[in-house]
């Protein structure tokens, strides 16, 4: 059977014009200029090369070379022979190396982020960190294996369907083995065998199946192919599987297993300070445990393929996917072939997967496209590649806010999401109801969703008087306050997603007193501050019960009387101040009490055995640290 072997350390990483280093994986060159808005950002090609031995192979092996993500191209050569290249920096892709093996090799991967016009993305508000960032593993398969070099994937196509109470799973398995049998088994979540077949090509029946259904229980099954050769079992394969029905209707929303379920979530980015997107299993781990203590039961994967581990936790914990290729913000004609092929990648690796319900094309094309008709071919393209790939699931876009409801491109897709940030980069919130209402009103058939919105914020800056572009926690606090009302009022949207979950970098940005970042995350860059936004959403969305006091870090307060506003799932909410009762009051998610202020206040709000607390005090002038310095919100977005 195969086995991998890791080549994660040791690596030898020269750069242009600077020493050569050792580095392990995952590694990217642009941890630190990626993120600190400089000039000092620097995109190009970096050598990376590794000494490793043979491995001990049979008569009968063979030996892949797999690479999880490099970004953004790859130039790969063993031992002085080109394997390969790829383009693409977000998905895997291997090579067999067998005949290029001697007792020692050396493996040398050219690595280029560099500007160009045919590999997405090029344009775009994130940093595009160079780098083996992702696993690099030797695959060792006996001779005769189950597929793989069709597009990284698995040679494994796992398609369930629901009839009654029972379920219908067709399993398709790719070899090009003359004689060999497969053998298919279905596990439960357990490991019991719960049904099995032969064939490369069968649909079995698992009587009374368990239902994969979101937060609320994301069972899980197991398919293992297992390919005989004369009676030996030579290769084996298996994915988590989830059986599960979905719908979108235009005038009640997302349906999961025939039940309505309203999809509210977030986008997330995978990048962390100082580390940019050469994470591990652990940051992984840490940002699906904060979504699901959040209360999200839908995920946006922005504007790329992300860590296949990431995606088995959204099957795991029962989170809805938006998956998209990184196809954004300008169209290049001459990089209509790599949108393709990122699609495919992204299909094929990832059509396992029960928490993906969509598709994406693009995201704000229109920006600062120039050649309209051919990108209005290339979204054809693109959504009759997908159907084709994949025809269980549904296609969508995020359109860019001005890109109107006329536009062509928002007609290609299944769906259609916007970003829209009304109320924030232009003034009126009030205009988030009048876009869903005329949207709505003019093409009632048609399921809208919000792909993104949002409102940057510094824990830092604060005001008892919060404004539009002030870039103050609590600005952003009247913003998503606003926003959660909205949604609930329209409750024929599809889903929507939140931008963003986490604070990321964003090397064209310059704002908030903080150059190279985009600050609209609930949670900071190094996930270490839950902003108090984080909690307004998790009075709309979780179950667990909890209150916190907001302006915890507005300390200096100049007013005699100062608002304090609490965030609760609770019904009822009573606040003290040193330890008296300033009153308790009866309410729906926001409390707002006046307390009033006289040196050093220790604040305590209480619902049943929820408690928090946090320490305010009267100053008599404002704090200046906590206005924004320089640069507004509106002065100098990426575009």
Request: aromatic share 12%; proline share 4%.
């Amino acid at each position: 059977m195969r086995k991998s072997i890791k080549l994660m350390t040791g690596w030898r990483f020269s750069k242009p014009d600077q020493q050569e280093i050792t580095v392990d994986l995952p590694h990217t060159w642009n941890n630190v200029d990626g993120q600190d808005g400089g000039d000092d950002y620097w995109r190009g090609t970096c050598v990376y090369q590794k000494t490793f031995p043979k491995p001990k192979l049979d008569a009968d092996q063979r030996t892949y070379l797999e690479f999880h993500g490099v970004n953004a191209s790859a130039r790969v050569k063993l031992n002085g022979k080109e394997v390969g290249t790829h383009d693409g920096g977000y998905s895997t892709f291997r090579w067999d190396v067998t005949d290029l093996l001697k007792e020692e090799n050396q493996l040398t991967v050219d690595v280029d982020n560099s500007v160009n016009d045919r590999v997405y993305p090029q344009k775009a508000d994130f940093t595009f960190y160079g780098g083996i960032y992702r696993d690099v593993q030797l695959v060792i398969v006996n001779e005769d294996h189950f597929d793989m070099d069709y597009f990284g994937g698995s040679g494994l196509k796992v398609t369930p369907t629901v009839e009654g109470k029972d379920g219908r799973v067709r399993v398709e398995t790719f070899h090009q083995v003359k004689g060999a049998q497969v053998q298919v088994d279905l596990l439960d979540a357990a490991g019991k065998t719960v049904a099995f077949g032969a064939g490369t090509d069968i649909t079995i029946a698992v009587a009374n199946v368990r239902l994969w259904d979101g937060v609320d229980n994301p069972y899980l099954y197991t398919c293992q192919a297992t390919l005989v050769v004369e009676g030996r079992e030579v290769d084996q394969v298996s994915t988590r599987f989830g059986v599960r029905t979905f719908s979108v209707d235009p005038e009640k929303g997302f349906f999961l297993n025939g039940r309505s379920y309203p999809l509210h979530g977030v986008s997330r980015h995978q990048d962390w300070k100082g580390i940019g997107n050469a994470i591990t299993k652990e940051h992984h781990d840490t940002d699906m445990e904060l979504i699901r203590e959040l209360g999200a039961n839908t995920i946006r994967l922005a504007h790329y393929q992300h860590d296949q581990y990431f995606y088995d936790l959204c099957d795991q914990y029962g989170m809805i996917v938006w998956a998209e290729i990184p196809y954004i913000s300008e169209h290049m004609p001459n990089g209509r072939e790599n949108t393709l092929s990122q699609a495919r990648e992204l299909v094929v690796q990832n059509y396992n997967h029960p928490s993906i319900v969509v598709w994406g094309v693009s995201n704000e094309i229109t920006i600062s496209t120039k050649d309209k008709a051919d990108m209005l071919d290339n979204h054809r393209a693109l959504n009759d590649l997908y159907h084709e790939l994949d025809p269980t699931r549904l296609t969508t876009l995020a359109c860019y806010a001005m890109c109107g409801p006329f536009n062509k491109s928002a007609h290609i897709t299944d769906v259609v999401s916007w970003n829209l940030y009304l109320g924030w980069y232009v003034p009126g919130l009030f205009l988030n109801d009048m876009w869903m209402n005329f949207f709505h009103l003019r093409y009632p058939r048609r399921p809208l969703g919000y792909s993104e919105y949002g409102c940057e914020a510094m824990p830092s800056l604060h005001s008892s008087k919060p404004r539009r572009g002030d870039h103050t926690e609590e600005y952003q606090c009247v913003y998503n306050e606003y926003m959660l009302n909205c949604f609930a009022k329209h409750p024929y949207l599809w889903a929507t997603h939140l931008w963003n979950m986490f604070d990321f970098a964003a090397d064209a940005r310059d704002q908030g007193g903080e150059p190279g970042m985009n600050h609209k995350g609930l949670i900071t860059f190094d996930r270490k501050t839950k902003k108090d936004s984080f909690y307004i959403y998790k009075a709309w969305w979780s179950k667990e019960p909890f209150v916190h006091i907001c302006g915890r870090r507005y300390v200096d307060r100049p007013e005699t009387v100062a608002t304090v506003k609490v965030y609760s799932n609770q019904s009822r909410v009573a606040l003290y101040a040193n330890g008296k009762l300033v009153e308790e009051k009866s309410g729906d998610k926001v409390f707002e009490f006046q307390v009033p202020l006289e040196g050093d206040v220790e604040l305590e709000a209480v619902s049943g055995r929820c408690e928090d607390l946090c320490a305010i005090r009267r100053v008599d002038a404002p704090n200046p640290a906590y206005k924004l310095q320089g640069k507004s919100s509106n002065s100098a977005n990426w575009v």
